[in-house]
């Protein structure tokens, strides 16, 4: 057991917990608490906000298992993902920001139920796919936080596992969206401080030259350079499409824009994500994974890649400065997962439960569904994660691709398309979700090719349907054309 390291760490979990616990009080105690709950009372500024989405991309998957991937996988497959991400965020800031903010929603279902005039296939399938593809993700997202919590406690993948769902879940069913907001504020801040430091302290330790180093590296593993030595270039393509469309329909990104407080924070909020986010993926490929090599084989074969990023600060830093870093890493996994539970939890509550099932519904029994849903989901989902697939990275982007492939054609046509109906909304959503999945688990794919089948599929779909079927209500249409203008 890493007892200095075990010790920061759990000053760190207790105080994400005591922080769920002080916003549930202010929750129960605002008129608000359905926007407290879910949007942060819709008034967090651009730095907040900026840090806050910075978290919720940067995931255990980006700034802990990306090492390894590089590794396995090569530069080039994480390279076009990684400029997909960061041209996702200005595609959002683009397309979705100022519309869904001036919304007054608080999910991306509510909107589109809003958009479609209630469609009752749309109120029941969005929360479904929410539910199935963040489920998908949470699964990665606990992968690393068992993984981080044995290794700084000793106890096995599968106990470490168990503790750190009991934690995740305890401060976001607690606190909502204010807690996970200003955990987010902390997460982001660790995580800049944490590959700053790492890539410092590798930048000192430096053998020869970093040119030469990269050099070394590529002679040591020959894939890592090779565009389609491991992954066909098309798998490259599907990766860069899938991040590039995620910022707009994923609930625990967009669920970032909608606690904005104007459309201008959100969309600067996005920019400037996107820029600390680049950077700091750069400097850790080209910085921090050519030490792998110094690892030896043996250790590289006895421990996951997605730790190799540990092991490689390990070189440089003695205990207290680890349990500093073993902290910055459970952040980036808490920052996902905690806004991933929230929009899992508030897609089966509000969309589901208030939105379908029970429109009467007050607040406190929403709340109450919702802090029930937290516990079931993540239980569920920590007890798929007990033996999951290898890469973290593939894993989340396969989940983030079926969510993108399901509501990138019915959202953004219906911001900006006036023919969009319910009709071909549904026959977009449908046919993107249906031939992904098949793609998927029907088919020995090339990983992240599944979305380039299914996204024209999904967009064919929508426009052919909606231009040979009914036009939108008026009253849908100026309703969009409101949300442009305000």
């Known amino acids: 057991m890493k007892t200095l390291q075990l010790s920061i760490v759990l000053i760190y979990l207790v105080f994400c917990v005591l922080l769920g616990l002080w916003t549930q009080r202010k929750i129960a105690n605002s008129k608000a608490g359905i926007d407290d709950y879910y949007a942060a009372g819709r008034n967090i500024g651009t730095g907040i906000n900026s840090l806050a989405l910075l978290a919720a991309l940067g995931s255990g998957g980006s700034f802990m ?52 005039g209630g469609n009752k296939f749309i109120k029941l ?11 998908m993700y949470l699964m990665s997202q606990m992968k690393a936080g068992g993984l981080i919590t044995s290794y700084v406690t000793g106890f096995s993948y599968t106990w470490g596992l168990i503790i750190v769902t009991i934690i995740f879940i305890l401060y976001v069913s607690l606190g909502g969206m204010l807690a996970v907001t200003w955990t987010n ?45 491991t992954v066909p270039i098309a798998g490259y393509i599907g990766a860069f499409v899938t991040w590039a469309a995620a910022v707009c329909v994923t609930p625990h990104l967009v669920m970032r824009i909608f606690t904005s407080k104007d459309e201008k924070s959100a969309r600067l909020s996005l920019n400037i994500s996107m820029l600390i986010y680049g950077i700091l993926m750069l400097v850790s490929a080209l910085i921090i994974v050519p030490f792998i090599a110094t690892l030896g084989a043996d250790t590289l074969k006895n421990n996951a890649s997605d730790m190799w990023m540990l092991l490689v600060a390990e070189k440089f830093f003695g205990p207290l400065m680890m349990g500093i870093i073993a902290a910055g890493i459970m952040a980036a996994v808490m920052s996902s997962t905690d806004a991933l539970l929230l929009a899992v939890s508030s897609a089966v509550a509000y969309d589901l439960y208030k939105g379908v099932l029970k429109p009467e519904a007050t607040q406190k029994q929403v709340l109450r569904v919702s802090f029930v849903v937290t516990w079931i989901i993540g239980i569920v989902v ?26 990138f054609n019915p959202l953004v046509l219906g911001i ?48 052919t349907v909606s231009s040979i079927t009914a036009s939108t209500s008026k009253i849908q249409v100026e309703k969009m054309s409101s949300y442009h203008s305000n």
């Open 416 to 463: 900006w398309w006036k023919k969009a109906n319910a009709a071909g909304a549904v026959a977009g959503l449908s046919v993107g979700a249906i031939s992904f999945l098949i793609a998927f688990f029907a088919f020995e794919m090339p990983y992240n090719t599944e979305i380039l089948i299914a996204l024209p599929l999904s967009f064919i779909s929508m426009f």
């Open 65 to 116: 298992a990306g090492a390894g991937t590089i590794w396995n996988l090569g530069f080039p497959f994480l390279a076009w993902m990684t400029v997909g991400a960061i041209a996702g965020f200005s595609v959002a800031a683009i397309l979705v920001a100022k519309p869904l903010r001036n919304s007054n929603t608080l999910t991306v279902s509510q909107f589109l139920n809003e958009r479609y």
């Open 125 to 135: 399938a969005v929360p479904l796919v929410i539910i199935f593809g963040s489920g």
């Open 185 to 229: 504020v902390l997460q982001g801040g660790l995580m800049i401080l944490l590959i700053s430091a790492i890539v410092i302290a590798a930048l000192m330790n430096l053998p020869t030259g970093l040119g030469s180093f990269l050099v070394q590296a590529t002679e040591a593993n020959p894939i890592l350079g090779v565009a389609g030595g």
């Open 382 to 407: 920590m007890l798929f994660s007990i033996n999951p697939p290898p890469f973290l990275i593939v894993l989340y982007t396969a989940a983030v691709g079926f969510m993108v492939a399901s509501f």
